[in-house]
Nanobody, 125 residues
């Protein structure tokens, strides 16, 4: 599976961005998709994940209520709508694919089989 993340950019605190993750080379609806982020000098951390059908999502506590993840299997694309952005959201955001086809999305990087290249999000105060 190949993943292409896009939609990053620079915004002021309180602003919004929508990230996209486009997949190719697979039956997209078989895969759960997760978003992770990594800030300079920090470990990669879980942000959000959606299961293969789009019926279940999970979010980290740090983004819950501000970020919304969705998917369009007809377009082989997953979205991460990010609202009320904060400077601490600044990081490179990665999408990843989980072939487990589980009802409940997973949150550990080791659960994911393939990774996109990342897109930079910068939030200024």
């Amino acid at each position: 599976v190949q993943l292409q993340a896009s939609g990053g950019g620079s915004v002021q605190a309180g602003g919004s961005l929508r990230l996209s993750c486009a997949a190719s080379g697979v039956i997209f609806s078989y895969y759960g998709i997760g978003w992770f982020r990594q800030a300079p000098g920090k470990d990669r951390e879980f942000v959000a994940a959606i299961n293969w059908s789009g019926g279940n999502t999970v979010y980290s506590d740090s983004v819950k209520g501000r970020f919304t993840m969705s998917r369009d299997n007809a377009k082989n694309t997953v979205y991460l709508q990010m609202n009320s952005l904060k400077p601490e959201d600044t990081a490179v955001y990665y999408c990843a694919a989980d072939s487990g086809r589980l009802s409940s999305p997973r949150s550990r990087p080791t659960d994911y089989d393939a990774w996109g290249q990342g897109t930079q999000v910068t939030v200024s105060s």
